[in-house]
């Protein structure tokens, strides 16, 4: 550690006045304008106060403690705070508010939590946690420095998020224009017109190899979890050029369908919860790219406990069928304005990953004394 630095224990730099806490529950709170926090923020706004200062609150449970996870936030003026957050008032003749945050903030503090089935930050861990605090000066001018740096890589990230949005707007802005209306030559069709329709078979023996297929399952497509697992019998078997769909999905029944197309040869089957849709009609992707768009029609929108597509609901999705040339050309300029996109959004999220690298670095030098 720098010379000039002490280290002392988080509990005999801050006065912890938890004893104060009162949880209201969600019933019993009436609507007021002082925020009530928890663990990780603002959960409500009540009508009473039980704090009127500054203050450091920590989350005991129901927070994240890992390096960057937002573990401590200060709070300032008239505020009611439960019982799932340490409150600390700071010894300010020997520490900073700002000090303190940045500093638990940055640490992996989950050494100090206990607890398997409810993970807890209890206070007496808190307590111990280990604090460099250099002269209140020097804990100034680095919290000076920090706090600028960190207000130029907020506006950079800002910047970067919107462009990253920016171009994914692009993409969609194309996507919808393409479909929103039809050309003269365009034929109106619905999918059952112009499509085969199969469904995805149960598939009761699951193994983890040998196995000759995957199977596309809905935690795959909407992205939700597992990617696949590999079935013993392939009962479905896809072909290059095929769209699974997803029949069914999340409990409130308000997903949207999500498609997966197939582009290799003898691989992929379908569980039950999945449909094939196949065309010699249309171009795959331009297939591809119209049912995407047109999901909306396919919300899952049959009440609050069934939240499986019907098949009628399936086959009568409006689809318009152009020449197949005309597919061609609108598809490969959508694949070619995705690839951009693709290609735009990898750019930007490697920027962000860089501007949170240098935030980390920043706090590393900070806390080592090297800022």
């Known amino acids: 550690m720098k010379n000039g630095w002490k280290r002392e224990q988080l509990g005999e730099l801050c006065e912890i006045l ?68 340490h409150v600390l008032r700071p010894h300010r003749k020997t520490v900073l508010d700002n000090w303190l945050v940045h500093f638990l903030n940055h640490s992996d503090l989950t050494e100090f939590v206990s607890g398997l ?46 462009n990253l949005q920016s171009a994914r707007a692009l993409f969609e802005s194309f996507h919808d224009s393409v479909f929103s209306r039809k050309h003269e030559n365009w034929a109106d069709k619905t999918l059952g017109e112009v499509c085969e329709y199969a469904n995805g078979k149960a598939h009761e023996r699951f193994i983890d190899k040998d196995g000759r297929f995957f199977v596309i399952n809905s935690k795959f497509i909407s992205t939700d979890g597992e990617v696949f697992k590999k079935s013993h019998e392939a009962l479905l078997l896809l072909q290059p050029g095929d769209i699974a769909m997803v029949l069914s999905d999340v409990p409130n029944g308000k997903a949207l369908a999500k498609c997966f197309l197939v582009e290799e040869a003898n691989t992929y089957t379908l569980n039950q919860r ?67 996109t693709q290609r735009l959004a990898s750019i930007y999220e490697r920027k962000l990953a860089a501007l949170e690298a240098l935030k980390k670095s920043l706090l590393h030098q900070a806390f080592a004394g090297n800022l």
């Not at 004893?19 to 969600?26: D, H, V």
């Not at 709170?29 to 450091?56: C, H, M, Q, S, W």
């Not at 927070?63 to 200060?74: L, V």
């Open 18 to 85: 938890d004893s104060q806490r009162k949880p209201i529950t969600k019933r019993d709170r009436t609507a007021g304008k002082f925020p009530y926090y928890g663990a990780t923020g603002i959960v409500d706004y009540v009508n009473n106060f039980i704090f009127d200062e500054p203050l450091v609150l920590v989350g005991e449970d129901g927070a994240k403690w890992e390096s960057g996870a937002s573990t401590a936030f200060r709070v300032d003026g008239k505020c009611w705070v439960n019982n799932h957050a």
């Open 117 to 162: 089935t409810v993970p807890k930050l209890n206070q007496g861990n808190l307590r111990r946690i280990p604090i460099p605090v250099p002269p209140l000066p020097e804990q100034q001018r680095i919290v000076g420095l920090l706090e600028e740096a960190f207000a130029g890589i907020a506006t950079a990230k800002a910047n970067a998020e919107k």
């Open 274 to 340: 999945i449909c094939l849709i196949r065309s010699t009609k249309f171009h795959t992707k331009f297939l591809f790219y119209q049912i995407n768009r047109n999901r909306h029609f396919l919300s899952f929108n049959n009440g609050e406990n069934q939240t499986n597509l019907r098949l009628n609901q399936v086959l009568s999705c409006p689809l318009f069928l152009p020449p197949l040339i005309e597919q061609k050309t609108i598809a490969d300029k959508l694949d070619a304005m995705s690839e951009e």
